[in-house]
């Protein structure tokens, strides 16, 4: 099984996280599975993260039609899923009608958990600006009844940028207060909002904090993404063909209509 993994970073920039990617990738998907990394085109930004790109919707736009289009590269290079590993699932819409393979994504996958066992829980997040699109997606997905709260880790980017480095005392002491309020707000269950703070908690290895279970969002994401492709193989799940999202016109049309808008931007990926 082959999955192309869509992260909203430019690699390279935090070589330790990109390390932390492959030891967790690694770690939970099965033997023979490759998790193939796939990352934004470099020259999208120039500082270590785009903290300062994902907080804009105009910006988000762009975005989002680069990450569905590389679901269609995926699909036309054999690739058996496409997952988004990104809390605010960018792309995947669009990403779910022009691929027909499986296409996951991070905040989908860990709100339709929670939902599936009727769990409460809370996002923990770092980016003010995305919360206003995380929640509307946990509206869209019918999933906030259970919603508790989206609390915010203060000073989040200087914290993030030590744990990164060794030093994870600060960032670990305000996710703990982020999640007891978290706790207060009624929440069974915490869900890191965006990849770096899941990947900062699952490097140190805290899977639990303010007495409540930590979510693993990627691993649920790729352990999903593996089932999902065998469901299918065993024709117990399918992709529909019809409707609006959903139907898809003759190969020929669809290949016409790919050469006018030909992307050759797509950054290639390495293996985890």
């Given at each position: 099984?082959?999955?192309?993994?869509?992260?909203?970073?430019?690699?390279?920039r935090l070589s330790?996280?990109?390390?932390?990617y492959q030891q967790h990738i690694s770690a939970v998907v099965d033997p023979g599975t490759e998790v193939v990394i796939h990352t934004l085109p470099r020259r999208t930004y120039s500082t270590d993260t785009p903290y300062d790109y994902v907080q804009y919707g105009v910006i988000a736009l762009r975005f989002n039609q680069y990450f569905a289009e590389t679901a269609?590269?995926?699909?036309?290079?054999?690739?058996?899923?496409?997952?988004?590993?990104a809390g605010q699932d960018?792309?995947?819409?669009?990403?779910?009608?022009?691929?027909?393979?499986p296409t996951l994504g991070l905040g989908r996958t860990a709100s339709n958990y929670c939902a599936q066992h009727d769990i409460r829980f809370s996002f923990i997040g770092m980016v003010p600006g995305l919360r206003e699109p995380i929640i509307e997606n946990v509206r869209r997905y019918r999933a906030?009844?259970?919603?508790?709260?989206?609390?915010?880790?203060?000073?989040?980017?200087?914290?993030t940028t030590l744990a990164v480095n060794g030093d994870p005392e600060q960032f670990l002491d305000e996710f703990a207060a982020a999640a007891g309020h978290a706790s207060s707000a009624g929440a069974q269950v915490l869900i890191p909002a965006t990849g770096l703070p899941a990947e900062i908690m699952w490097h140190y290895r805290v899977r639990e904090v303010a007495g409540l279970p930590?979510?693993?969002?990627?691993?649920l994401l790729l352990k999903s993404a593996e089932t999902?492709?065998?469901?299918?193989?065993?024709?117990?799940?399918?992709r529909p063909s019809t409707g609006y999202w959903f139907a898809r016109p003759d190969a020929e049309v669809l290949a016409h209509i790919d050469s006018v808008f030909a992307s050759n931007h797509i950054e290639r990926g390495y293996s985890a």
């Amino acid at each position: 099984m082959k999955i192309w993994l869509q992260k909203h970073i430019v690699a390279g920039r935090l070589s330790l996280l990109d390390d932390w990617y492959q030891q967790h990738i690694s770690a939970v998907v099965d033997p023979g599975t490759e998790v193939v990394i796939h990352t934004l085109p470099r020259r999208t930004y120039s500082t270590d993260t785009p903290y300062d790109y994902v907080q804009y919707g105009v910006i988000a736009l762009r975005f989002n039609q680069y990450f569905a289009e590389t679901a269609a590269q995926a699909e036309r290079e054999g690739y058996d899923a496409w997952v988004i590993a990104a809390g605010q699932d960018p792309g995947l819409s669009a990403a779910r009608s022009m691929a027909t393979i499986p296409t996951l994504g991070l905040g989908r996958t860990a709100s339709n958990y929670c939902a599936q066992h009727d769990i409460r829980f809370s996002f923990i997040g770092m980016v003010p600006g995305l919360r206003e699109p995380i929640i509307e997606n946990v509206r869209r997905y019918r999933a906030d009844h259970l919603l508790a709260s989206y609390e915010l880790i203060p000073g989040s980017i200087t914290a993030t940028t030590l744990a990164v480095n060794g030093d994870p005392e600060q960032f670990l002491d305000e996710f703990a207060a982020a999640a007891g309020h978290a706790s207060s707000a009624g929440a069974q269950v915490l869900i890191p909002a965006t990849g770096l703070p899941a990947e900062i908690m699952w490097h140190y290895r805290v899977r639990e904090v303010a007495g409540l279970p930590l979510l693993d969002p990627l691993g649920l994401l790729l352990k999903s993404a593996e089932t999902e492709v065998r469901l299918r193989a065993a024709h117990c799940t399918a992709r529909p063909s019809t409707g609006y999202w959903f139907a898809r016109p003759d190969a020929e049309v669809l290949a016409h209509i790919d050469s006018v808008f030909a992307s050759n931007h797509i950054e290639r990926g390495y293996s985890a």
